[in-house]
């Protein structure tokens, strides 16, 4: 198994040169994208690609931390506001129209949490992260690894996700709990 399947495959892993490449060159297309301030939108469509090969393109104003890019697809219409990460070791799958605010993050990551000497030695492995169509993600918003959000789903600004939302909810709070239903007026 290749260093990115097994990275992708939820076990545990220490990552190796195929991860260190692919983050070499994820780290100069981010430079010059982050660089542009939005100056340029068409060499941004352009390094936006690179960095998403898959999927539509979304709108993001950077800066923008990113891990690898390639296994995050967005479907058309996403948006992002700056400071957002992304830490795709496992696959981020985006659903159309939806909106991230200043400083989400979406990390697939997790690293040993009992054993002090599996963590040091760099183990980690990670689980992905599926947002449905047309939601909102208020500014500040963690998505833990492993979580499934619905569609239509608002997740208060400061939440941390820390398991799956049903569509059509109002989430808010350390962890985000279901508040309330979006249909009710």
């Known amino acids: 198994m290749h260093d990115m399947e097994r990275m992708r495959s939820g076990q545990w892993y220490i990552a190796g040169e195929e991860a260190a490449a692919r983050h070499r060159e994820v780290r100069e297309l981010i430079r010059e994208f982050n660089g542009l301030a939005n100056t340029d939108p068409e060499r941004s469509r352009e390094l936006l690609r690179g960095l ?12 923008l931390h990113l ?20 830490l795709d070791i496992a696959d981020v799958t985006v659903g159309a129209r939806t ?7 979406l990390i697939t990551v997790e690293h040993p949490v009992n054993d002090h000497v599996e963590r040091a030695e760099g183990w980690e492995r990670a689980r992905p992260i599926r ?7 208020g500014a500040g918003v963690i ?22 939302i049903p569509s059509d909810s109002l989430a808010a709070g350390v962890p985000a709990e279901v508040k309330r239903s979006t249909k009710e007026q």
Do not use: K
């Open 52 to 63: 998403f090969p898959h999927g539509e393109l979304p709108n993001i104003w950077p800066p």
């Open 67 to 86: 891990e690898f890019g390639v296994n995050t697809r967005f479907g058309e219409g996403c948006y992002m506001n700056f400071n957002c990460t992304i």
């Open 99 to 105: 909106l991230f605010g200043p400083g989400c993050q």
């Open 131 to 137: 947002i449905g169509e047309d939601c909102w993600f």
């Open 143 to 164: 998505v833990l690894p492993g979580v499934t959000v619905g569609d239509r789903v608002v997740v208060a600004a400061g939440s941390v996700v820390t398991r799956d």
